[in-house]
């Protein structure tokens, strides 16, 4: 039974899936995704469809279990945001209660403006997740292992690219439904879409 590991862009997927499926005006932090509901939801869907696939054709199919889930994410500063600094450390060790789930941050950049505010930027998460995939697939073994990129940002696209060279035909992405799916050009790479219903089940519900 072949064992999945998913990289996941942690704000990338939390903010698209925010602004597609939460109301509007709803604080980011009121639907945050808890990243091993998020691998359970996206090994559901593709277990599935590839079942029913498999059933018609008349082929044999191994659903995949999760071997990982890792999760990067970008760290408030104590400073300047002390209670979203304290709603990530206590979200942190929540989510990491399973042992299958790790929770890699990276400090919050914060640049001042003239009129005393500061303008907030995720830096270097893009390249840990870069990473993280490459490593995945070159050590993903040829029969028992797929490495799944949950991300919509296009940056990512030359490290799937080399992860694929790397892995073929084991690396796969995932996403929600109507947003932009990640691909390799000339590749045929199998893609897992979550609609709002498996949305709702990635929540995490626990008040931080």
Not at 105 to 121: A, C, I, M, Q, T
Not at 131 to 159: F, K
């Amino acid at each position: 039974m072949p064992t999945a590991h998913i990289v996941v862009d942690y704000q990338n997927i939390h903010l698209t899936a925010h602004d597609q499926f939460c109301p509007a005006g709803e604080a980011p932090h009121h639907c945050l995704i808890h990243p091993l509901h998020y691998a359970h939801q996206i090994l559901g869907a593709r277990n599935l469809v590839k079942r029913l696939l498999a059933e018609k054709g008349g082929h044999e199919f191994k659903p995949a279990t999760l071997g990982s889930v890792t999760a990067f994410r970008g760290l408030p500063s104590n400073l300047h945001e002390p209670a979203a600094y304290r709603r990530s450390q206590a979200q942190q060790s929540e989510w990491t209660r399973d042992s299958r789930c790790r929770v890699i941050y990276r400090p919050l950049k914060y640049y001042k403006r003239s009129n005393g505010s500061f303008d907030v930027k995720e830096k270097g998460i893009d390249v840990l997740v870069a990473l993280e995939l490459v490593q995945r697939a070159a050590s993903a073994d040829a029969e028992d292992s797929v490495v799944i990129l949950a991300a919509h940002d296009t940056d990512q696209e030359p490290a799937l690219e080399l992860s694929n060279r790397l892995a073929p035909s084991r690396v796969e992405t995932s996403g929600w439904q109507n947003e932009k799916r990640l691909a390799v050009k000339g590749v045929q790479m199998w893609h897992t879409f979550l609609d709002r219903d498996r949305f709702e089940r990635c929540i995490d519900r626990k008040g931080y």
